[in-house]
Nanobody, 123 residues
Framework: QVQLVESGGGLVQAGGSLRLACTAS????????MGWFRQAPGKEREFVAL????????YYSDSVKGRFTISRDNAKNTVNLQMNSLKPEDTAVFYC????????????????WGQGTQVTVSS
């Protein structure tokens, strides 16, 4: 049974930082491309960042580029999202996803999802 479990969300003031983690089990983690998405109230889930299987390639949405950093540790089956200079518009539930396909930005291209972790940025 595949499980992705996100952690690290919380309430932070604008300009602050949070580090999200996603721990995977039940799959060969190093075989999957990993992505972070987010969903704000009343909006669709949107792409945030992705990382390839060995961590050598990363890609970000324009809205987070320069502020967020995705990384992974295949020995620990984890993918992280370091979020700096947070803005109120970053408030959302953040989800990690696992895809067998490379460089995918669409929700439908991901095979597995976690349950999400809430990030709230106050102004």
């Amino acid at each position: 049974q595949v499980q992705l479990v996100e952690s690290g969300g919380g309430l932070v003031q604008a300009g602050g930082s949070l580090r999200l983690a996603c721990t995977a089990s039940g799959l060969t983690f190093s075989s999957y491309y990993m992505g972070w998405f987010r969903q704000a109230p009343g909006k669709e889930r949107e792409f945030v960042a992705l990382i390839d299987r060995n961590g050598g390639f990363t890609y970000y949405s324009d809205s987070v580029k320069g502020r967020f950093t995705i990384s992974r540790d295949n020995a620990k089956n984890t993918v992280n999202l370091q979020m700096n200079s947070l803005k109120p518009e970053d408030t959302a539930v953040f989800y990690c996803g696992a895809s067998r396909l490379p460089v995918r930005l669409r929700v439908d291209d991901y095979d597995y999802w976690g349950q999400g972790t809430q990030v709230t940025v106050s102004s």
